[in-house]
């Protein structure tokens, strides 16, 4: 099997590391994980957390050759990768990637993120340019606004290979601190998923694209409703989630109802916010994060040898 | 001095409790505070936590009369004083009151908060009230909207001493959590109060204001401003500050420019707070939460006696 892998596809994550074999017909021969994610590494720890997860594969391979997108070319991360400027054409990522010092057998290279520095709108992405890319390569031709929904949810603005602008939308992250560390956290604190999720759900989704304007209010319903209501943390749960997609796609009307909305990113995620696209009358199509990624690296690597 | 006491006025908050006596005629005759507030206290020690503030100044008095407002009548607090609804004569506060025992030499009686049971607008609220019971003293006849900016900002539509409808926005919690617990923290690790908060807090106060439905992605800017321009903390930190504080205020303009938007909060806040207020083209008073508190707890007594 390892004898087939003609190079390694990595996406390097805030949380964690994926590493795909591409075998020399673009199969995938192995695929592998760890949890030592950017956050979790110093950055001395990279060549052994790399080694750790493909050593066993790569075994009998002449030289490992390795192409990285995500945190791993952040400041903080193994090696910065500059960012290429949005807008951005994203056949160059290669040529901006960055090669870490490794032992001789390796080849490794890291792929920039992409920056956006108008006045404004000062932004960064990390991985999600690769997913874009592949996203090229999956709908050929495409021209319009992709969602790519998560801890920070990414808006882009794309023209086949050219990524024309992006927005960030904190929405996943704040889910989480408002879930963990607010006074929000006492209606919160139960079973996340009983039945009256999808009521929740429902009408902070309502509240969220009626009104994103009020979200700093609008999240203390969470509270009120279960003081005044009994609301469980099921349906507390269900209404901070609806009213935070709908606040973050609420504000984005425009971008929304044109033409179908590609969302890259989790089953269960993208599924939430195909609802709250088609309650715009708008509708989307999801398209897996890992088929995204890994079609980009793909692509990366054509160019590169272009 | 404790000998011409007549009376104990205490706003018992979730942090801590401040307690004032009163004399005959209604001047302070001691102040005292602790930091024992509901966030920190199981149930039975409600009674140790009082006596602890006010004993040394309450020998020799006869009853010890104690009228506290706030959180000690939460459901997690001492004695659950059962919420009044809005629209609420805030004369029927004292009516609303509850006992928690006590030896007999105690008279203690708990205020209660107000809630607002409109479906999609349920809200809650616990010391604001008398606070605005206060204010319709100090301002006679005030007919409009009152900000009673902190961690959860309060707006409240007041005619004289009927309290209308209100509105909370989570405000200052967003900012602490936000800061302590988000990937925003990297960013605002540092002095926060250097000279670039004053800019950072004007473009962010801008951004709100005009964007008040773009929240989740405004937030973002503060990471990707100190990523790619090199923003400090104090620039982080203030556009933090105005971001939120703009989005609150921007998703209320029709509450805003109309008349004087009287401000019960800290000095420092309030001042913030009137910046945008202004921006808006609109004005604002501050009165201090202290002498607001003191004067409802004054007033509710007297509806009390009548």
Chains 1, 2 share one sequence.
Not at 43 to 59: C, D, F, G, H, T
Not at 116 to 142: C, D, H, W, Y
């Amino acid at each position: 099997m390892s004898s087939q892998t003609s190079w390694i596809a990595v996406d390097w994550g805030t949380s964690n590391l994926r590493a795909w074999g591409i075998g020399r017909d673009g199969s995938t021969t192995f695929s592998a994980s760890s949890e030592k994610g950017m956050g979790r590494l110093e950055r001395e720890q990279y060549p052994a957390a790399l080694s750790e997860v493909i050593e066993a594969r790569a075994n009998g391979i002449e030289t490992v050759d390795v192409l990285i997108a995500g945190m791993a070319g952040a400041r903080q991360g193994w090696l910065e990768a500059p960012y290429l400027d949005a807008p951005a054409d994203l056949r160059g990522l290669s040529a901006g990637a960055v090669s870490p010092s490794m032992p001789k057998e390796f080849r490794v290279r890291i792929l920039p993120g992409v920056c956006q520095k108008s006045p404004g709108a000062e932004n960064v992405m990390r991985g999600e340019e690769t997913q874009l890319l592949g996203l090229s390569r999956l709908i050929p031709g495409f021209s319009g606004v992709v969602c790519m929904p998560g801890t920070h949810s990414k808006w882009a603005v794309l023209d086949g290979v050219r990524l024309e602008s992006f927005a960030t939308a904190m929405t996943g992250e704040l889910y989480e601190v408002l879930r963990q560390h607010s006074v929000l956290r006492h209606s919160l604190n139960g079973n996340l998923d009983g039945p009256g999720r999808e009521e929740g759900f429902r009408e902070g989704l309502e509240a969220g694209l009626s009104h994103p304007d009020l979200l700093t209010g609008n999240l203390f319903t969470v509270r009120a409703a279960s003081l005044l209501s009994g609301k469980e943390a099921d349906w507390c749960g269900g209404y901070l989630s609806g009213l935070l997609i709908g606040s973050e796609i609420g504000g984005r009307k425009e971008w929304v109802g044109k033409q179908e909305v590609p969302l890259i990113g989790s089953p269960g995620l993208c599924a939430l916010y195909t609802r709250a696209i088609e309650q715009l009358g708008g509708s989307a199509r999801t398209i897996d994060a890992s088929e995204a990624i890994l079609t980009g690296l793909k692509a990366a690597r054509e160019f590169d040898s272009h």
